[in-house]
C-alpha cells in the first residue's frame, strides 16, 4: 500500500499518550487528510505515570503533555459505545456517531475495584482519581493499599511521605513477579525502613464496614481504602463489532486487527516474544501507536512491532529505571555499584540471551541503559 492509498479520513478513539503518538505519526509520515481524536476525559491528554508519583503527595512534578501539533479536530467528554466495521462508522454516548476510512483503537484501560462499584475504595488511574486522593491524604488518615505491584507501592510511599499510617495488603512478595525476586527485596527492604506495615495475604474483598477482608478471615481497617490491583482493558463499545478473538482484542506485529483498522496501547494485545499479551507501560503504548499509525497508511511496508520495553518507578527513596523485559531472575551482574539498595547499575542476561538492565539512583541515560540491555552487551 502506498500513501497515496490511505485512507483520507481517520478517526481516532482514545485521547491517552497511546491516540496522541498516533496522530503525531500519522502527521510525520505525511498523512494530510481529516483527523479526528476522541476522549472520554473533557480535558486536555496528561501523562498518567506522573499521577502516583510526585504529583500524588504535593502536586510537584508535571502531568501535562506538550500541545499537540498534529491539528486533530478534538471530540472530548464523549466515549465510543459502538462499532459498526461494515458501515464504518463509531458510535458515541451522546448520541452522535463518527465515519472513518482508517480507525485507530486506543481507548486503554480502567482500575480494576476489589469491591465492586458502591464500595468505599478509592483507585487510581485518573487525574481525577489523582487529585481526589492528594486531599484525603492531606488529612492524614490511616491508609490501607491493596495491591503489591508498582502502582500500588507507589501509592503507599507517597500516603506514607504524607504523614499517613500504612498498610498494604500484598498476596506475595512485593513486585516480584514485575521485578524478580532481587529488586522485590531491596525496594521491600526500603518500604519496611520508612515504616510500611505489609501484610502477605491475598484480599477477598471490602466489607461495608469499609474493611479489607483477606483470605484467611481476618480484616484490616484503615480510614481510607485504596486498590491497585490491575486494570480492566475498555472493549466493551466493541462487544457486537466481531473484532474480539477470546475476549482479547489481538493485534498483529503491526498493531492490525482489519486493513483499515488498528489498535495500540493498554487496549490490545499484542506479539512479545513471550506470546500475544498486553504490555500496559506508557513506552509500550508509545511504540504500538508509532508502528500502527505507519501500518494504517502504508499496510505490509511499515516495520513489525519490535518492543524495547521501558520502566520507571519511584518509591521508598529509590529511583529504579529498567531497559529490556522484567522481571529479572537470579543474581545481577554489577556494571555500577555493588549494592541494589545504592547508586547502581545491574545487568540480568535471561535464558534466551536478551538482556535487562536496571539503574537504581543512578542518573544514567536511558539510550545508554538501553545498550547495556542489549544482547551481548
Same mark, same amino acid.
Given at each position: ?14 485521547? #491517552?499518550? $497511546? ?6 505519526? +500519522? ?7 481529516? &483527523? ?37 479536530? /478534538?471530540?472530548? #467528554?464523549?466515549?465510543?459505545?459502538? &462499532? ?39 483507585? +487510581? ?9 492528594? /486531599? ?11 495491591? =503489591? ?70 480484616? %484490616? ?7 491497585? %490491583? ?7 463499545? +466493541? ?11 489481538? =493485534? ?9 483498522? %488498528?489498535? $495500540?496501547?493498554? %487496549? ?24 500502527? =499509525? ?6 505490509? /511496508?511499515?516495520? /513489525? ?31 555500577? #555499584? ?40
Amino acid at each position: 500500500m502506498k500513501l497515496t492509498d490511505a485512507p483520507r479520513r481517520i478517526l481516532v478513539i482514545g485521547n #491517552g499518550i $497511546a491516540g496522541q503518538t498516533a496522530c503525531d505519526s +500519522l502527521r510525520a509520515a505525511g498523512f494530510d487528510g481529516d &483527523l479526528t481524536i476522541v476522549g472520554d476525559e473533557p480535558r486536555a491528554a496528561y501523562s498518567r505515570p506522573a499521577l502516583s508519583k510526585a504529583l500524588l503527595v504535593d502536586g510537584g512534578g508535571s502531568h501535562e503533555l506538550a500541545l499537540p501539533t498534529h491539528d486533530a479536530a /478534538e471530540v472530548l #467528554g464523549v466515549a465510543a459505545v459502538g &462499532l459498526d466495521v461494515e458501515s464504518r462508522r463509531v458510535s458515541l454516548d451522546d448520541g452522535s456517531d463518527l465515519p472513518y476510512d482508517g480507525l485507530v483503537i486506543a481507548t486503554g484501560s480502567r482500575a480494576r475495584r476489589l469491591g465492586g462499584d458502591h464500595s468505599p475504595e478509592l483507585t +487510581l488511574r485518573t487525574l481525577d482519581d489523582a487529585l481526589v486522593l492528594r /486531599e484525603r491524604l492531606a488529612a492524614r488518615p490511616s491508609v490501607a493499599v491493596v495491591g =503489591a505491584g508498582p502502582l500500588g507501592m507507589e501509592i503507599a510511599s507517597a500516603a506514607l511521605s504524607a504523614g499517613c499510617p500504612v498498610t498494604l495488603v500484598a498476596a506475595g512478595r512485593p513486585m516480584l513477579s514485575h521485578l524478580g525476586p532481587c529488586l522485590s527485596d531491596a525496594f521491600t527492604a526500603a518500604a519496611v525502613a520508612r515504616g510500611l506495615t505489609v501484610v502477605v495475604c491475598s484480599a477477598a474483598g471490602i466489607d461495608d464496614a469499609r474493611g479489607v477482608v483477606l483470605r484467611d478471615g481476618s480484616r %484490616v481497617e484503615a480510614d481510607l481504602l485504596v486498590s491497585a %490491583v490491575g486494570d480492566i482493558p475498555n472493549t466493551e463499545w +466493541l462487544a457486537t463489532s466481531g473484532l474480539m478473538t477470546g475476549g482479547r482484542l489481538e =493485534a498483529d506485529s503491526r498493531g492490525r486487527i482489519r486493513p483499515v483498522i %488498528v489498535a $495500540a496501547g493498554d %487496549v490490545a494485545a499484542v506479539p512479545t516474544r513471550t506470546g500475544v499479551r498486553r504490555i500496559p507501560l506508557w513506552s509500550s503504548a508509545i511504540e504500538q501507536a508509532k508502528v500502527a =499509525a505507519l501500518a494504517l497508511l502504508t499496510g505490509d /511496508e511499515a516495520p /513489525e512491532l519490535d518492543l524495547d520495553p521501558y520502566f520507571w518507578t519511584e518509591q521508598f527513596g529509590l529511583n529504579l529505571k529498567a531497559a529490556g523485559h522484567l522481571p529479572a531472575a537470579g543474581e545481577p551482574d554489577f556494571l555500577l #555499584g555493588d549494592s541494589p539498595h545504592g547508586p547502581s547499575v545491574m545487568r540480568w542476561t535471561h535464558d534466551d540471551g536478551h538482556g535487562v538492565a536496571v539503574a537504581v539512583n543512578h542518573r544514567i541515560p536511558i539510550p545508554k541503559l538501553r545498550r547495556m540491555a542489549s544482547a551481548g552487551a
